[in-house]
């Protein structure tokens, strides 16, 4: 029954704490797990515990900045080998040659390959600031606008992408307009 509450607090919690449409309240991200697993106190089986995030420093974001930027004028000039460089080790292994990288991109991802503007919004780090969370709107060539969250971890002094969530306009079912 314990479990239960704090199961359903989390949810509460999760769902009180949005930021910009997108929840930051979120159980870990990749963290270890809770030390109750490891035979510690903690919050329990199957729990891990919450991240806690801090308002990064204006060096932070820059740094972030300049990779996201980076990888997306890698995508405009078609470098999709500069383009990789900017991914963290443990995705580039995940997507194969800069080629298939290329065809997923501009298959999938029409306005991050073909890039007109991009605006920062909100950003986010873990208190060491080795991983970081970055809201943004990428505008492409045919003018359609997407919103995305960047996830960047420090490799070597610099942020790597590890991840993008979003980043697809939506579709409309014209089905049931009528």
């Known amino acids: 029954m314990q479990s239960l509450r704090v ?3 989390g949810l509460i919690v999760g769902a009180c704490v949005g930021f910009g449409g997108i929840a930051w309240a979120s159980a870990s991200l990749d ?3 809770a030390a109750s697993q490891a035979g510690g106190s903690g919050p329990g089986p199957g729990l891990s515990m919450m991240t806690v995030y801090r308002e990064p420093t204006s060096g932070e974001r820059q740094l972030a900045m300049s990779s996201i930027e980076g ?3 890698a995508f ?3 470098d999709y080998v500069r383009a990789v460089d900017f991914q963290a080790s443990a995705l580039r292994g995940q997507l194969g040659s800069p080629q298939a990288f290329r065809r997923m991109m ?8 073909r890039y007109r503007s991009i605006s920062f919004l909100e950003a986010r780090c873990n208190d ?3 991983r970081f969370q970055f809201r943004v709107m990428v505008t492409g060539e045919d003018d359609v606008t ?4 960047y996830v960047l ?5 610099q942020y790597r992408i590890s991840e993008v969530r979003g980043g697809q306009p939506q579709r409309t079912n014209t089905r049931n307009i009528i």
């Open 7 to 9: 199961v359903a607090l």
């Open 153 to 157: 971890v420090r490799e070597d002094g």
């Open 106 to 113: 501009q298959r999938s991802y029409p306005q991050f390959a």
């Open 146 to 149: 997407v919103g995305a969250l």
């Open 31 to 33: 963290e270890p797990k």
């Open 71 to 73: 990888q997306l004028q």
């Open 128 to 130: 060491s600031g080795e």
């Open 76 to 78: 405009r000039s078609g």
